[in-house]
């Protein structure tokens, strides 16, 4: 063969592959998108692995997640959206939904500036529990500067601070528990590196203009009425209903709520107008427990 000259065989292999992964690809976009339609009628179990799946496929071909944000220039676009760089950040996570929503402070209250899809987390729906059972955390946790890692194994990385006082209260064990980049995880979220890097961009700029830590709830699903009480005698059910104030709370006031742990459950209070979140979770009752009746 001509040195320098295309090997024909080759590039006919690699335009299969090509064809093949877009096939692939094209038949998991039709299925997850038909499967989308019954989410309410599919059990937790299986929709978490089907997604896990999809998704591993997707990222190991080389694709950005569907619904990924255009993350070119990011200072363009809060500019382009009227936020400040280095506004306070304020993160929601939802399990069920694969989705982790970024929210900037603008006035006295925050603003959704982007929903990044989660690439993987391990688990079922829940919160962890103990070392080992490769359970993704569940609940309110603050995180300051000294929880970032630059240098993460997964490119960077922030601790959720896992265990909290509501988990230490119950016994519950486990360490460096992430979020981060990649598509790989034992109890973090892996949001892949592209979009970490964004969501890092925004944090630390928020941490450096002092904001003490910012505030993230980790929550199973988006946590309406309707979708609570469709799992009316799951075993965690009590627990979701002690954390549903904060998904209430924030959703009619778009301030992070202030969160403690009475007689080991979470109560919450509205925020202040104007808080940023950085008020740590700690000890006392804010308001009376919820009464769950069985």
């Known amino acids: 063969m001509t040195a320098g000259k295309a090997d024909p065989h080759r590039e006919a292999r690699r335009r299969r592959r090509t064809a093949v992964v877009v096939i692939v690809l094209l038949a998991a976009t039709l299925a997850i998108a038909t499967l989308r339609q019954q989410a309410p009628s599919l059990g937790d179990s299986r929709w978490l692995a089907f997604e896990r799946a999809w998704r591993g496929v997707v990222y190991r071909a080389g694709f950005l997640l569907p619904q990924t944000p255009d993350l070119d ?15 306070p950040v304020f993160i929601r996570i939802f399990k069920r939904e694969f989705e982790l929503e970024l929210w900037l402070a603008r006035g006295d209250r ?7 899809p989660i690439c993987r987390f391990s688990g079922e729906l829940g919160p962890k529990l103990k070392q080992g059972d490769k359970q993704a955390p569940e609940g309110i946790y603050t995180v300051a500067r000294q929880q970032l890692n630059p240098a993460s194994r997964w490119h960077r990385s922030f601790n959720l601070g896992f265990p909290n006082i509501l988990d230490q209260h119950h016994g519950r064990t486990g360490t460096f528990l992430m979020v981060h980049g ?12 592209s979009v970490v890097d964004e969501v890092w961009h925004h944090v630390t700029r928020a941490l450096g203009k002092g904001q003490r830590r910012f505030q993230v709830q980790v929550f199973p699903f988006r946590m309406t009425s309707e979708a609570l009480a469709a799992r009316e005698g799951h075993p965690w059910h009590a627990f979701w209903s002690d954390l549903k104030p904060a998904y209430d709370l924030f959703e009619e006031t778009r301030v992070p709520p202030r969160a403690a742990v009475c007689d080991g459950r979470y109560t919450f209070a509205a ?4 808080s940023d979140g950085s008020r740590p979770l700690t000890k006392g009752c804010l308001s009376p427990p919820p009464v769950v009746t069985n």
């Open 271 to 274: 925020g202040d107008p104007g």
């Open 73 to 87: 220039d990011v200072e363009a676009r809060l500019e382009a959206r009227g936020f400040v760089s280095g506004a």
């Open 110 to 116: 925050f603003e959704l500036f982007a929903t990044y």
């Open 182 to 193: 990649g598509c790989s995880s034992v109890g973090c979220y892996a949001m892949t590196n």
